[in-house]
């Protein structure tokens, strides 16, 4: 039996592969993350972590596999363009199996944004969630001022599901929550490629599920 089998699990679109964090791919996004994510008078992220040295990335990262179980989960799919890693799309599950619901939160460095990848990958993770896993809803967050997540989540659907009030660095944040519905996904044109998930769904989902 593979002691860890999400190794052995991808996903395939027709620019990008996506595929769980190891470490070799770990510290290339780290490398990634250092050349830029957003503009330095920026924060797009509820937890500032581009503001911490390199070492607690990786440690965030590590600490996300090792807890993993089936009953909370984080996928954290390293997002490539032939072969070169240029983001992270992950996907988190809490209680699956009962809720049928995953949340999810993607950054790409600067320069891979502005391409349509964010659009692309996180479409992916949705198909693979609806499509593969069963999922009924999907969740997902950005920053009142953060126009490119919004744009990404109006092209595939999403509806708004209130709104919450953050101190991000001492200064009062707007927080837009979203969501979306199998029915009210914008599915993009093209289908997704997935490998590897016989051998890992138990970890996923307490019960097999059918496509």
């Not at 799919?77 to 993607?106: C, W, Y």
Request: charged residues 25%.
């Amino acid at each position: 039996m593979d002691p860890w089998p999400l190794r052995n699990l991808v996903i395939r679109t027709p620019r990008l592969e996506l595929r769980p964090d190891d470490d070799a791919g770990l510290f290339e996004l780290v490398e990634v993350a250092k050349a830029g994510v957003h503009a330095p008078d920026e924060m797009p992220f509820g937890v500032p972590w581009t503001d911490r040295p390199p070492r607690e990335w990786v440690q965030f990262y590590w600490s996300q596999r090792a807890a993993f179980s089936v009953d909370d989960w984080s996928l954290n799919f390293l997002t490539r363009v032939d072969g070169r890693v240029i983001g992270m799309q992950g996907a988190v599950g809490k209680d699956f199996t009962v809720t049928r619901e995953l949340h999810t939160g993607s950054w790409l460095g600067l320069a891979h944004q502005g391409k349509g990848y964010g659009t692309e990958m996180r479409a992916a993770v949705i198909m693979f969630a609806f499509d593969y896993l069963g999922a009924e809803r999907m969740t997902s967050a950005a920053h009142s001022d953060n126009p490119a997540s919004h744009t990404v989540s109006k092209k595939l659907g999403y509806q708004p599901d209130g709104v919450e009030r953050q101190s991000i660095k001492g200064k009062l944040v707007f927080n837009e929550r979203l969501a979306l519905t199998p029915e009210l996904f914008v599915r993009p044109e093209w289908p997704i490629e997935v490998d590897g998930l016989d051998g890992c769904r138990s970890l996923l989902v307490s019960e097999p599920l059918g496509r």
